[in-house]
């Protein structure tokens, strides 16, 4: 890997922000009232955050911004669109990578009638990829509650392994639940991108 003449450092940004269904975009403002009602479903919420709280819709927005204003280094936010029909499907996160660590932790929202489509998969590689690539990071996290059996197969096939649990850190329906960590590290990404050529 590596850029070797301009036309090849067109081609890595041509593609470093496209998967293969998906690509990464900034948010914008007419993006915020499917993230918001995403966001608040308290069926999906259950899969994403550690308590269930709606909240106003103007605070969530505030969140999306935030989270996609892309101004600190470390810290990224981007839309998912389809990328064939342009149509807004989730959102994505890496924050958190400081020197010397290099250590970021990615989250994944995918609106509930996209998923089981692919765009969650295409979504993780593609900004684990960015992350690796363009972020200079040596390690990616991923957070998920125990039961989510279908994030957490999802992740594997994205190529991050489950190296730790924190026990009952999650309380859920009266009952305590685990939340495993999962991770890949460069060099995993690097093995694993020279297999596919």
């Known amino acids: 890997m590596g850029i070797g003449d301009d036309s090849e ?10 998967g293969d269904r998906i690509r990464l975009r900034a948010l914008e403002e007419h993006d915020l009232p499917a993230l918001v ?18 909240r106003p819709s103007g605070a969530v927005e505030e969140q999306f911004r935030l989270w996609s204003r892309n101004e600190k280094a470390g810290e990224v936010g981007f839309c ?8 807004l499907v989730g959102h994505v996160t890496l924050y958190g ?3 010397p ?17 692919g765009y969650g998969l295409d979504a993780v590689r593609t900004l684990t990829a960015y992350g690796f690539r363009e972020m200079g990071l040596n390690r990616i996290e991923i957070g998920v509650m125990a039961f989510n059996l279908r994030a ?7 190529g991050y392994v489950e ?16 939340h495993v960590i999962m991770s890949t590290l460069a060099s995993e990404w ?8």
């Open 163 to 178: 190296e730790g649990v924190r026990r009952e850190a999650v309380f859920h329906d009266g009952a305590f639940h685990d």
């Open 9 to 18: 450092a067109r081609a890595y940004g041509a593609g470093l922000l496209a």
């Open 37 to 54: 009602g995403w966001w608040r479903s308290p069926e999906w919420a259950v899969l994403q955050q550690l308590i269930v709280t709606p």
């Open 190 to 197: 690097r093995a694993a991108s020279v297999q596919v050529r």
């Open 80 to 87: 998912v669109v389809d990328k064939a029909s342009d149509e």
């Open 97 to 99: 990578a400081t020197l």
């Open 152 to 158: 957490r197969a999802v992740y594997r096939k994205a």
């Open 101 to 117: 660590a290099r250590s970021g932790t990615l989250t994944v929202m995918i609106g509930g009638e996209f998923v089981g489509r």
